[in-house]
């Protein structure tokens, strides 16, 4: 059972459109995670939350922390060609433990 | 860039044989993590190394045993490769420090796999 599970899976959408990846669990967390991943190579780290009910941007992207400190949720606004590849979520543990969700791949359609 | 390398990039092996792969960092970070990459279970840990010789087991720790010898080296030893084994392997490394400033550092993965 994976402790941290992403919606939706798969996702393909036209340029200029916008977009929200969810991101949940039973679990609490210290620190919740976003990196993007492009093929071939390994995830590379968006943004940290870890306050609940934190809120960061970056440009064109959204993260919010969920109160709880279980959930959190990445918007992005009028997705661009370069924005398309795996979005991972991880929830960091006690013990320096991270546990990543199971991956959205998004696709933006020029 | 983080100073990340991992070795071999790729390997084809068989069945029961031993497999080792390497880690190396140039970033002195102390913390070391070997995951693997599976479709529709995103990234699992395997084992983690929080110094020279201190090694923790993962959430899929079973069929796999560690290294660390030296701060930038960290090994992943399959003993006996099954067919179950075969993945992408990801190496990362962090500094710890609590909250935002505990990020991880990907190298660029070793594809696996056992026939």
């Known amino acids: 059972t994976q402790l941290l599970e992403q919606s939706p899976q798969f996702l393909s959408i036209q340029e200029g459109e916008n977009l929200t990846v969810y991101c949940n669990s039973s679990?609490?967390?210290?620190?919740l995670q976003w990196y993007r991943q492009e093929p071939g190579e390994g995830p590379v780290l968006l943004v940290t939350?870890?306050?609940?009910?934190e809120v960061k941007k970056l440009k064109r992207l959204t993260f919010q922390f969920g109160d709880a400190r279980k959930d959190s949720s990445l918007h992005i606004t009028a997705a661009q060609p370069g924005d398309t590849g795996l979005y991972l979520c991880?929830?960091?543990?006690?013990?320096?433990?991270?546990?990543f969700g199971t991956g959205t791949s998004l696709t933006v359609i020029p | 860039d983080a100073g990340i390398t991992q070795s071999p990039r790729h390997k084809v092996t068989e069945t029961g044989t031993p497999v080792t792969l390497r880690c190396h960092q140039t970033?002195?970070?102390?913390?070391m993590y070997w995951y693997r990459q599976d479709p529709g279970h995103g990234l699992r840990l395997i084992h983690y190394?929080?110094?020279?010789?201190?090694?923790d087991k993962g959430e899929v720790s079973d069929g796999y045993s560690v290294s660390r010898s030296k701060t930038e080296d960290f090994l992943l030893t399959l003993e006996s490769a099954t067919s179950s084994q075969t993945s992408v392997y990801f190496c990362?490394?962090?500094?710890?420090?609590?909250?935002?400033?505990?990020?991880?550092?990907f190298g660029p993965g070793t594809r696996l796999t056992v026939l």
């Open positions: 990362a490394i962090s500094e710890k420090e609590t909250g935002a400033n505990n990020e991880q550092f």
């Open positions: 970033e002195n970070h102390r913390y």
């Open positions: 991880a929830g960091e543990k006690a013990g320096n433990q991270f546990y």
């Open positions: 679990s609490v967390f210290s620190s």
């Open positions: 190394s929080y110094g020279v010789k201190d090694t």
């Open positions: 939350v870890v306050t609940g009910g």
